[in-house]
Structure formats: C-alpha cells, structure tokens
C-alpha cells in the first residue's frame, strides 16, 4: 500500500505536468471540432513559412549529424584502442560540452570566433587588418560548429564505449584471413560499430533538430528551426493554433525518431552486457603517440577555447584593458535595461530555482528508479515509457504546453522548477537506474553470509555504491536547472528572471555594454556549471550512465 | 617450411617477453609450444601472423623472408583462443570471409564453404548466426573459417582451452585428424601438456621468454632437458644429487643407484635425479635386477580412477624423502590407508638424470 502510494508519485507528476499540458496543445492545435481541426491544419500548411522552417530544421540537424560523426569518429577510435596519460581528463572534458547551457556556449563561441572575438582580435592586431578576417556572425557555419561541439561527445561515449568493447581479434581475424586495414575497417570495424553509430546519430539528430537557444542567439533572424518558430508564433505573434500544429509536427518528428532510438538503443546495451571488457592498449609507435596527442590536443582546444575566450572576453571586451565593469554592471538597474531588478539577481534566482528541482527531481527519479528495477511490476511497464516520452519532447513544446494548460498557475513562481524537475528527471533516472541494477545481487548475499542483517547489507552495499549515482544525478539535475533556457523563456515571470534568461536579452540588446554583461553573465553560469561537472567527474561510476 | 630466427619482443624496457627464440617448423608438421601463461608464446604466435612486430629477429616462411610483411598478405592462417567469430555474419559468410578478401568468385566460394562445413562437421549450419553456436561447434567455425583460404601455416592460439575437458579431448583428437588429412603445417600454443602430447608431432617447451627444449613428445617425457621442463610436465620426484660415483652410480638423500650408461655422461653441477611415478612397484618384487628396495610410509593416498597415487614419506630420508607414484589400480581391492608401511621397488632403467634449470 505504502509502496504503491510512492510509485504513484511519479506517475502523478508526470500525468499533471507533462501529459496534460500536451493533450492542452492538441487541443489548441485542433479547435472543438474536426472540420476546425481540418481547417486549422490545412491553414498551417498553406502557410509560406511552414515548409521552410521544416525544410531548414531537417537539413540542418542531417548536415550536424553528419559533421558531429565525422568529427567524433576518429576521437572515438583513439578512445576506445589506447590507453594515454591524460585520458581521464579527456574524457572529463567531453562531458563539459554536455552540460554547458546554450546560453553559455553560443556567446562563447562568439567571445572566440565572432565579430568582436578574440580571434579576431588578435589577427586584426597581428596582421594589421581594418576588418575582423573571420566573418562567421549569422552564419549557418557558425550554427553548424556549435552543434557539432555540443553533440560530439554522444558520439565519443557511445560509439567509443561500444568500440572499446569490440575484440581488437576480430579485426586480426580479418587481417590474418588477408583482410588490408581499409577492408578490415570496411567489412568488420564499421558493420560491428554501426548499431552504436546509428544510435549516436539519432540522438544527435534529435538535439539538433530541436535546436533553440543556439539558433536563436546565432541565427538572428535569419534561420529558425520549428522549435524557434514555435517560440516566435507562441511569443512574439501570440498565434496560438499555429504555435500549437507545429509543436505537434516536431512532436512527431521526435517520437519517432526517439522510438528508433530506443530500439537501437536496447540492443546495443544487450550486446555490451555480454562482454564488458576494455581493450584499449598503450600506443605503440610513433605514429600511434602522434594520433593520440592530436586527438588530445584537439579535445583541448576544441573544448576549452571558446571557454577561455568567453571568461577572457568577459574581462577584457572593448579597447582597453582588463576591467570589472561588465561584472559592476550586473549589480545596477540601468535605465534602458530590460529588466525590473539588478540582474545579479538572477543568479540567486536560478540557485533557488535549482535547489528547488533538486528537491522535487530526485525524490521522483529515485521513486521511479526502484519502481523501474522491478521490472516485472505493472509500475515498471507504465513508467517506463512516460519517462521516455519527455526526453523526445522539446523544452519548448513543454513551455508552451505550461502557457496553454496551466491557467491561473501559470504566474505561479514554481511553474520554473517544475519544468527543469519534468527536463531534469529522466537524466536522474538513466544515472541512478543503472547503479541500482549494476548493484550486484551476488554482493548483498556476500554480506549477508558474512554475517550483515538486512539494515547493516543496506547501509554497508547499497548505501555506498547508490550515493554516487545519487550525487551524480543532483548534479545534472542541478546543472539542467541552471542552465534550461527553453521552457524558462516562455514561463518565468519577468520580475525572477534567471541567468539564461538575462543572458539572452542582454545579448538582443544593442550596445557594448549589454554584450559585456552577456558575457559576464555567461561567465558567471559557466563557473557554477563548472561546479557540477566537477562533481559529476569526481563520482563517476563505472558502468556509465545512459542517454 | 617456417623458421623463426632469433627473435626479440620487449613490451617494456623492463619486460622482455621473447629473448631471442628460435625455432623451425617442418612441412607438414605440427609443432606445439608449451609453457605457462607469461612466457611469450602466444606474442611469438602473434609476430609470426604479422600482429606484432619483432624488436630483433627474422621470421622466414618457405625461405622468404616475411618479417616485414604486413599480416593480410602473409597468408598465415591464425585461430584465435575466444575464436573472433564476426558476430555481424553468419556460419557460411564467417567462414567465406577470407576467400572474399583473397577475391574468389562467389560459385568458388560457395564450393569452398561446402567444403570446409563438411570438414569440420557442420554440414546444414550454413546460415545459422554465429551466436547462436554452442563453444565446440563455434570452436569448429573458426577452424573452418582459419582453414578455407588454404594457408601456408596455421597457427593456434589455445583452440581449445574454452571448452570443457570432455569436449576438449574429443576436439584435440578431430583436429589431429583433420591436421594430418590436409597435410597442414602447424604451430599451435597451448599451457595443457596432456593437449601438447595428443596434438603435436614435437613440442617446444617455453619458459619466460626463451625455449627450453624441443622434442618429440615421447622424449620430452622420457628425457626433460632440465628441473624446468621436468616439474612443468607434472615431475615431482626430483632428488638432489650429492655425489658422483664413478660414471654410472650417484648418491641422493634416499641411497645410491646405478644408472644407465647415457645417463653417467650427464654430470652437471646442480643436476637431479628424475624419479617418473611410474618407475616403482608396490609391495611383491618384480623379476629384473635393476630394481631396489625401499621402505616408507603412506602420507597421502589419492584414487584417480585407473591409477591411484601415493605421496610415501621413505624412512629417514627427511624431506627429500617424499616421493610421488602412481600405481594401477586394477586387481587391488582398497588403497593403502595413511601412515601404512609400504615397500617399493624403484626400477633404475626409467630414471634420468636432469640438469638445473
């Protein structure tokens, strides 16, 4: 009785703020009858900008997706063959990109490449240019870098995990059968890897079609996916139905593609449950230490460039030299600023707005977890989807859905932290899971014959070996808080904004001074970022997480 | 057929695996090297299939010098000890795989595949998945597979050490046969004695890097070259010897024996005095001369089926006076009991002496 309330918990949730809120936006998107439902359809359809949003949001998360393989590919394989001084630190730098917010890594990306950037700064001095030589600002290319920096990673961890896995035999198999190294990759290396590619690619295609913050900070207006135009008909033109039709569209773009997802993705950790084992291996030439130390070397600077350059800029942007003005600028209510408080209190806001998802996101997950480990429960076969379906649901979508469904609660200041709990929970529940399964039955039974009574078994082994997953899981979700940009745009209440969110319109307004602040801000959320990543980096467990 | 010259592998500047082996395969023979894990057979099979590179050394097939031919146009067959089995193809395209890379037609192909499976006793698996094969039969895949391109050399890592013991020996000895009716020239690795005696025309013991001894199997049991190869083979009874009488005669903690002439030219400093544990009889005396008598204690009495063995303490000779034997257990209606008194007669013909390792 008792447990059953618990693992009803969930599903409450879940229910309350995740189905109801999209049956609101099925509801706008298809009026009160069938005949308005057709009309509103056709309408949307007939719209001109429709199927070029649609055209755009498909091409340009395919050429992502191309380009995120195509870089990650090769990092993956020296990941997975060689063991490396250094490798643990790069492996702990890959996780930055996947945790950094888009409102962190897009104005980094323009402290290093963009107009004002670094780089460009430092060429104009150098080469004695008039103009800044790197024109990427309101570029796709920009777009494209951005994600494939953000989406490299997935591919990294799971098709290096998968890799490493791999027998390196099979390949010498083929090789002593007369295989060259090309058809060794060909015939053995790419058909075995392929499950886990297409899984890395799905996954990519999905966060880069549903792409928001990059795209609307970088693009301008010149490029909008469907998440960005659901947000402008939504927001800026207050059009609901059609808001609401193509939330539905990308709706089913990403279920489907994450119940592809899915599928790959339960066999391919089938098959690396039936050899968990490492090959990786000390480089053995020179030619081997020279790949290992440029794929290093890339990780480095690829990551931590437009970092550095973002913290630098922060310090230094205009002519002069270092300056804390940006960071002064925080603490006052300028006259032209958007906002109704010094925007140094976003950052307080934020905090509260992450320690109130932590409180509401890990008693769930981890409700939802023992529920989930059973997986023989009813409680099991009825969480387990609901707990994908929000991953496949865009930030935005999820907002709107708040804005249409929630009536009078819609002010409410918990509507923030609810949202990040809903974003934040199947995170939660893919760290803590796999550690409550990894929990070795064969370990509880060693204490229990060596004499631990069933309190001191569960203080003694799963205590410890959960607390990690559980500090991990806080982590993340303290991260996803920070960091939501998406739903929090379209349901904080103007007077709590939060880091994102003053990030943002700093950077829509004009002037040095509020690009300055956007930095600063920026900088400000990328160290308490930095704080959880260390965390997550410090508790890492063995057998991983999955996404 | 393949001669090994020399070869050096260091893994570590303080860890070098193979100090220079030499070794030569002849045609149509199979040759096994044996020696407990760590000691660089299975990084000497490796280098030989172009896997690994030899720091020093030349590695010669049919007189060519291969040493720096890459492994795919060696035309070296190698078996891997977990099989390698391509999990992505099945039984027949596993198995056609290397015939592909050597560019045979497809009808060439099927033929070959047909071939192999009936070879190996697979006929009708054609298609299953590789996964869905039991250890022997996935086992008998990845020879069929090593085997279809018609290599110059096969080369075995362990191909047996994943199974069970039963199915162990069965395999051994169909792949004796199969080795011997393809006229194969082989070289395969293994750490199990009783494998290196049912499989191998010779044997090439191995120890930490270097080889010990190369012989066929009946010598090599017969006549171990040192204490190494002798406790490596299951040779417990080897006695310190502590003095030399004359040529033939030496003395050791539990008395003097006369040994056959080969034997007496063999005087070296730190040499022992190998007992077999088939070298004695238990309790009535046999008729040849050439056997003393010893008196003891039962220690232990283990029963291994069709022979039992005892660990017998001989009466003050000290620790050196434990020895190892084995007896039949036919016509004997129960096992000497601890702490019984036993005599023994030690046949002096079987004995040998071995020379420190």
Redesign the interface.
Known sequence: MMQAALYALPILFLTIFYLYPLLAILRVSFGASLTEAMEQASAALRAPGFWRVLWFTTWQATVSTLLTVLVGLPLAGVFARFDFPGKGVMAALLTVPFVMPTVVVAPAFLALIGRNGLLNAWLQRLLHLDAPPIQLEQTIWLILLVHVFYNVAIVIRTVGGFWSALPPTLAEAAAALGASPQRRFWTVTVPLLAPSLIAASLLVFLFCFTSFGVILILGGLRFATLEVEIYRQAVSYFNLPMAAFLSIVQLFFTFTVMALYTRVQARLSRTLRLRRRAFARRPASWRQWAVVGLALTATFIGVLSPLVALAVRSFTLGDGGPTLVYYQALGENLRQSAFFAPPITAVRNSFVYALATLAISLPLGVIASYALAQSRSRWAAILDPLLLLPLGTSAVTLGFGYIVAMGPLRASPWLAPVAHSLIALPFVVRTFLPALRALDRRLREAASTLGADPLQRWWTIDAPLLLRALLISAAFAFAISLGEFGATLLIARPDRPTMPLVIYRALSQPGLMNYGQALAMSTILMASTALSILLIERFRLPQGEEF | MLEVRAIHKRFAPDKEVLQGVSLTVEPQEILCLLGPSGCGKSTLLRII???ERADQGRVLLNGSDITET?????????M?Q?Y?L???LNVAENIA??LR??GAPASERRRRVGEMLALVNLEGYAHRSVDDLSGGEQQRVALA??LA?NPTLL?LDEPVANLDRLLREELIEALRRILKRLQVTTLFVTHDQEEAFALADRIAVMRAGRLEQVDAPASLYRRPANTFVAAFLGFRNLLPILEWRGAHAVRTPIGTFDLPERDAARSAVGARLLIPPDAAVLDSAPSGAAHVPLVGRVVAATFRGSVFRLQVALEGSGEDGMLYFEFRTRGRERLPGQGEPVRLWLDTTQMCVVKEA
């Open positions: 299939a172009g896997l890459p492994a795919h146009r060696r035309n070296v067959g190698l891997f977990d390698a391509f999990p992505h795989y290397g890379m050597h597979r090593t391109p080369l």
